[in-house]
Structure formats: C-alpha cells, structure tokens
C-alpha cells in the first residue's frame, strides 16, 4: 500500500474497515484498522518474521514486495537461525501467489487485497497465516 499523506490523515480516524481489512478482522471483533496494519515499521517486520521463523524452525524466508525487499537487513536479524531470505521481481506477482500459497507459513498484510487473495488459498489448505501490526 502506498503511504500517501491523504491517506494517512484519513486514517488518524478510527475506521472499522478499510480495503480487504475484514479478512483479519473475521475472528476479531472490535479491531480496527491502524498504520501499523497498513505500513509495518521495520521493527515489526523483523519482530514478527523472526518470531515466525523461529516457531515453525524455517530455513527459507520468501519475501514478496513491490517495495523494498529489506533483504540485508533480514538476513542480519536472522544469521543466528541459518536463514536464507529470498526475493524475485516484484512484476511476476504470479509466481509470488504460487509460493505464498505454498508456503508453510505465511505474514501478509491485513489491508492488501493481494494478501487476501493468498489468505484465500491458503485458508482453503488450511494454512497458518499472520499479519503484520496484528500478530
């Protein structure tokens, strides 16, 4: 999602919804939608990855964005769990879809209808899937 100033003021209101935000507010009664859902800080994408790797002991990190990757930066965050991050580009989202239903695990983001469609596939499989700013 790009983080414009507009945006951002009409998100200084509290919203119940706000693009695909429902498909993490399902189980949620209550929540609603903040910048942290929408643009995670680099603190809370290496938090929660790293949390993530560590509970199902990955080796492999796939990261799908149209924005900047973090590459290094996860792969510094992650040196002592062996952890190899991997990136492609970011224009074949097909191949981003195919891995991200895959995958043993997945953080999307809650307001992203590209998250929601991964969400789908993987909910169908029964697939464990988090959110950044929600987990």
């Not at 991997?86 to 191949?95: A, K, V």
């Not at 983001?109 to 700013?133: H, M």
Request: contains cysteine; glycine residues 4%.
């Amino acid at each position: 999602m790009k983080w414009t100033g507009r945006e951002h003021v009409n998100m200084r209101k509290v919203k119940k919804t706000y693009m695909a935000s429902t498909q993490c507010f399902a189980a949620h009664a209550g929540k609603t939608v903040t910048k942290k859902m929408c643009l995670p800080s680099k603190e809370e994408v290496l938090r929660l990855t790293k949390n993530v790797v560590i509970s199902t002991r990955a080796k492999h990190v796939y990261v799908a964005t149209d924005k900047n990757p973090m590459i290094a930066e996860l792969e510094e965050h992650l040196k002592s769990q062996k952890v190899k991050v991997h990136h492609l580009d970011p224009w074949l989202p097909q191949i981003d879809l195919a891995i991200l239903g895959q995958a043993d695990h997945f953080i999307g983001n809650c307001i992203s209808s590209f998250s929601a469609f991964v969400k789908r596939e993987r909910d169908a499989k029964n697939k464990p899937t988090s959110f950044w700013g929600f987990s």
